[in-house]
């Protein structure tokens, strides 16, 4: 089983990236999907997520309004599309798997993570 993660980088203030996490090894239509971020010096926290088929999504405050998930169970790909960045969505983003039916908010409802993958934002 592995997710990987590709798409970081740098770009300036109010720039775009798009974030993709390619899913091997497991049903990917049968988990839900998230995406969480590390920055320097602070604890993991939760970015988005979305539900098993697509039908949900859920976006932390942080980010609500510039950021979209989506998923292509076809491709066994999440994405993560940001826009709008700031400085302060600087870090090592994650995509992470977890089985339950529903939205999942908490670092401990996943169990299955990818390497993560560097988005810097310059000001």
């Known amino acids: 089983v592995q997710l990987q993660a590709s798409g970081g980088g740098l770009v300036q203030a109010g720039g775009s990236l798009r974030l993709a996490c390619a899913a091997s090894g497991l049903t990917f239509s049968s988990y839900g999907m998230g995406w969480f971020r590390q920055a320097p010096g602070k604890e993991r926290e939760f970015v988005a997520a979305?539900?098993?088929?697509?039908?949900?999504?859920y976006y932390a405050g942080s980010v609500k309004g510039r950021f979209t998930i989506s998923r292509d169970n076809d491709k066994n790909t999440v994405y993560l599309q940001m826009n709008s960045l700031k400085p302060e969505d600087t870090a090592v983003y994650y995509c992470a798997a977890q089985s339950s039916k529903g939205i999942a908010t908490e670092l401990l409802d996943y169990y299955i993570w990818g390497q993560g993958t560097l988005v810097t934002v310059s000001s």
């Open positions: 979305i539900m098993r088929f697509g039908i949900g999504t």
